[in-house]
């Protein structure tokens, strides 16, 4: 081939840099291609330049006895190991890894890193271990009709020029309900100015009362009876309203918001998700935390 003949003439090192100006899927792509690209793509200085600029500080925050990266032998071992497990940073609170074609930034937050209304009041939630989180504790709801949760990121810490998207991540026992009545609203908030709000049915298993239907629901804690009106443009066929999502991890995930970080961009970032017109008792909800990651922009 003519790229081996090249290469036979051309430094390893030149292709190396050649390949750092691609993308990691596109370097592994062209490593199939000659074994001239095979082997620059292996080079430490490749993976380098697609692992993001502060990676040592993020993962010197990591949650392990000895430095973090000298458990890999290359760079490139780094770089697949942070696409495919997520880091535990902080004590325990906050998760990285990377997205694998691009090389950014992913991260997320548990539920104790979370404001979470009334969380520390045992009658109304209670945290609990769970072998399916990769956080030690999830929060669950035990009783409230207020429900407010909010996580907060910098904007700095996330890959510059990058369109993000944060997800409240979570799922649902056995016996949840009041998430029926009235559709729960995510958000971003930036600069006291908030994102469009989406809505969402927190649990799908449920069933939604009738338009301007009066139901009831008898709270353990507070032993009252509270009756709710349904709003008469929310019903079973409201599309602006939807359902979780099904993650591959077993949990359900839906997305507050998305914003597009820009370079250089600083600030705080805050994302919510509540429930507060309704008025009635909910119950059932187990948070693992908000995740933000990277998502495609539509044009």
């Known amino acids: 081939m003519a790229v081996e003949k090249i290469g036979d003439v051309l430094p390893e090192g030149v292709w190396a840099n050649a390949l750092s100006l691609t993308s990691p899927k596109d370097a592994c792509r062209l490593s ?32 392990e006895d000895v430095s973090f990266i000298e458990r890999f032998q290359s760079r490139k071992d780094l770089y697949l190991y942070l696409c495919d497990h997520h880091v535990l940073l902080d004590s325990r609170r906050m998760t990285f890894s990377l997205e694998k074609t691009s090389g950014k930034k992913c991260f997320m937050l548990s539920a104790r890193e979370l404001f979470i209304c009334w969380g520390d009041t045992p009658q109304y939630w209670q945290w609990n271990s769970a072998p399916e989180s990769r956080f030690p504790e999830v929060a669950e709801l035990l009783d409230v009709c207020w429900l407010e949760i909010k996580g907060k990121i910098n904007l700095n810490i996330l890959s510059p020029s990058t369109n993000y998207a944060a997800y409240l991540i979570f799922t ?19 600069n006291n100015q908030e994102s ?20 009831r629901y008898r ?47 600083d600030g705080e970032m805050e994302m919510v998700l509540s429930e507060i017109n309704g008025g009635n008792w909910k119950r059932g909800l187990v948070i693992e935390g908000i995740e933000i990651r990277p998502k495609e922009k539509k044009v």
């Open 196 to 215: 469009e709000k989406r809505l969402w049915y927190l649990n799908p298993q449920e069933r939604r009362p009738g338009t301007n239907r009066i139901r």
């Open 32 to 63: 199939a291609v000659a074994s001239t690209f095979r082997d620059a793509s292996q080079s430490d200085s490749v993976w380098e330049r697609f692992l993001p600029s502060d990676y040592r500080e993020i993962l010197a925050r990591a949650n």
């Open 172 to 190: 649902t026992t056995p016996d949840a309900h009041g998430f029926g009545f009235h559709p729960a609203e995510g958000y971003l908030l930036l």
């Open 219 to 265: 709270s353990p804690i507070r032993h009252r009876r509270i009756g709710v009106q349904v709003d008469s443009n929310v019903d079973d066929g409201d599309s602006n309203v939807g359902k979780p999502k099904k993650r591959d991890d077993g949990w359900m995930e839906v997305e507050l918001g998305e914003y597009f970080v820009g370079s250089d961009e």
